[in-house]
């Protein structure tokens, strides 16, 4: 492992060349006296320290690890290097325990970035004239985000029996179009910096947050928060599902406090899943 892919955190905790460091095996049946949460620097980073404040005045001591580069929350929570993780929503922590062979569930909600639907002409998808250009991010996840979106909108029709809990969605499960726009496909990082040339664009909040868009403010139409899959989670082992800590760290992270610090920090660009 390159050294620019080593784990850095507030105490200056490292990743040796083969992982983080690991307790003893026997450590693995006994509740850990420190709970490492692998974190993405930025949101998530900022958010656990608040979480981590309100979990040792509660008795727990959590530390934040930010991974940067190619470092996998996933695989050190399934090696046993973390405790828990806390960057990914559901549906890719399915596909990371297909593809990987990890058995790694949600120990709970957190929040969600939101997807909206952003336009520079129009205040509503309703409003949209037929062949009217729609950009919708090409990757599979963002992709099946935007089509929930227009589906809710009344605009098209997915397939029967679609289910954003259980797979994702393409334009080839369009079953039709009922506002006869023409969705394009293009790279989510591209979208936000095209919305001058299009009718309406679905951004991922990112992306958005840089072009000082925000979902709740700007969005012509919002992903709904209730019943998403794409609410963000707090990753753990399935044999610490029921361990005390868990309980600990989950009640800590949806605290008052917390919830309070993602609302007044964020303006909605963020919205707490609790």
């Known amino acids: 492992m390159n050294k ?22 026997s450590a ?43 470092v996998s929350p996933n695989e050190g929570v399934h090696n046993g290097d ?93 079953t039709a179009l009922r506002q006869k726009v023409e969705l394009v496909e293009v790279a989510s990082v591209v979208l936000a910096r095209s919305l001058d040339d299009l009718a309406a664009a679905a951004i991922v909040n990112s992306f958005a947050y840089q072009a000082g868009l925000i979902a709740t403010r700007d969005g012509i139409a919002v992903e709904k928060r209730e019943r998403n899959p794409y609410v963000n989670i707090i990753a753990i082992r399935a044999r610490d599902k029921e361990a005390p800590w868990t309980r600990q760290l989950l009640s800590a992270y949806q605290s008052e406090p917390v919830r309070q610090f993602i609302q007044q920090k964020y303006q909605g660009s963020v919205i707490p899943a609790f």
Do not use: C, M
């Open 82 to 174: 973390l405790e828990a993780n806390s960057f990914q929503h559901t549906p890719f922590l399915r596909d990371q325990n297909q593809q990987r062979g990890y058995q790694l569930v949600s120990a709970g909600d957190t929040y969600i970035s939101p997807l909206a639907f952003y336009s520079r002409k129009f205040k509503r998808l309703a409003d949209l004239p037929a062949g009217a250009r729609v950009g919708i991010p090409n990757d599979p996840s963002n992709q099946t985000r935007a089509l929930v979106v227009l589906r809710d909108q009344g605009v098209l029709d997915l397939r029967a029996g679609f289910d954003p809990f259980t797979g994702t969605a393409s334009l080839a499960d369009v």
């Open 28 to 70: 693995a049946t006994a509740a850990p006296s420190l709970i490492r949460v692998g974190v993405r620097g930025g949101v998530d980073e900022e958010i656990w320290e608040v979480v981590t404040k309100v979990a040792r005045e509660r008795g727990l001591k959590v530390q934040p690890v930010v991974l940067s580069g190619s």
């Open 4 to 25: 620019r892919d080593f784990l850095r955190t507030s105490t200056a905790f490292l990743l040796p060349a083969a992982g983080i460091v690991s307790r003893p095996a």
